[in-house]
């Protein structure tokens, strides 16, 4: 089970197509708006493409969307391979320490950023849960946010240096689509100190939130 005080270390073809039968009153609105969707999720690996473990316990899913983004660093070493293997086995490391060491269900958070920019589930069933738009599934990773906030890990450490590129323009694909899928408003990007007494998400990684939110503002009104 979790315990939440312990420390946590296009389709577009088809898209198009929907929409003009949409239009001349062939499909339902929300089949138009889920061919939309498609379209443009970004690139996330599940947990099953990486290789995750089943979860120790049953997963808890809530009847409600989130309502808020937690960011975090996973206090990692700031690797500089940026490959998708090298992605797969943080999320595998991070899935080991937190079942293992922390006695929690699953991993923690319900998503992961790689330093090479790829996104990875976290969380059994987040992935799901996001692209229904209605549901989300308790987390973890932090106590009083568990069950209203997405968490987001970002491979490395960001105390006194700064996420690599890539990884950040990729954090801001994300948060946007998340934000989009459900209905968060980008003041609600926040960091993981925000709510608990801790660093994370490090020093210059919590600097850049503003510019996050900026972006993340940006990147919305082009979806």
């Not at 999720?41 to 947990?47: F, L």
Request: proline fraction near 5%; glycine fraction near 8%; charged fraction near 20%.
């Amino acid at each position: 089970m979790d315990i939440a005080h312990l420390p946590r270390r296009s389709f577009l073809r088809g898209a198009a197509g929907l929409a003009v039968a949409g239009a001349a009153g062939l499909v339902l609105p929300n089949a138009a708006r889920a061919a939309q969707a498609a379209a443009t999720e970004p690139r996330i690996y599940s947990c099953a493409e990486w290789g995750a473990r089943a979860p120790a316990d049953v997963l808890t899913t809530l009847d409600h969307p989130a309502n808020r983004i937690l960011i975090h660093h996973i206090a990692s070493a700031n690797s500089t391979d940026y490959s998708l293997a090298h992605a797969f086995q943080v999320a595998r490391d991070d899935q080991h320490d937190h079942i293992d060491n922390n006695g929690w269900s699953d991993t923690g958070q319900h998503f992961t950023v790689s330093r090479g920019g790829y996104r990875l589930e976290g969380r059994h069933g987040s992935l799901d849960a996001l692209r229904g738009r209605t549901t989300m599934i308790q987390g973890a990773h932090c106590p009083g946010q568990n069950t209203n906030a997405i968490g987001i890990e970002n491979e490395g450490l960001y105390t006194s240096v700064e996420p690599p590129e890539t990884q950040f323009a990729s954090l801001v694909v994300f948060c946007a689509y998340i934000c989009r899928q459900y209905g968060i408003p980008v003041e609600e990007i926040k960091g993981h100190r925000d709510f608990y007494n801790t660093e994370c998400p490090g020093d210059k990684l919590y600097a850049k939130l503003p510019q996050l939110r900026s972006e993340v503002a940006k990147a919305l009104k082009s979806m």
